[in-house]
């Protein structure tokens, strides 16, 4: 009974290495960034404030 409980800690613990070992292998190596999008943006007058918002919507 001990040593199949200790075998799930083990393995468990295993899991949880490997994973936080991606999350910093991810860290180091992000996927490449998509360059931005210049947004041309519309003007309207509000009742207190302008408001803009994208064109074509």
Request: hydrophobic share 40%; proline share 9%.
């Amino acid at each position: 009974m001990r040593n199949t409980i200790a075998l799930g800690l083990i393995l468990l613990s295993g899991m949880l290495l490997l994973n936080s070992g991606y999350d910093v292998y991810r860290c180091f190596v992000p996927k490449k960034i998509v360059e931005p999008q210049p947004v041309r943006l519309v003007r309207i007058e509000g009742k207190n404030c302008p408001l803009y918002y994208p064109e074509g919507q």
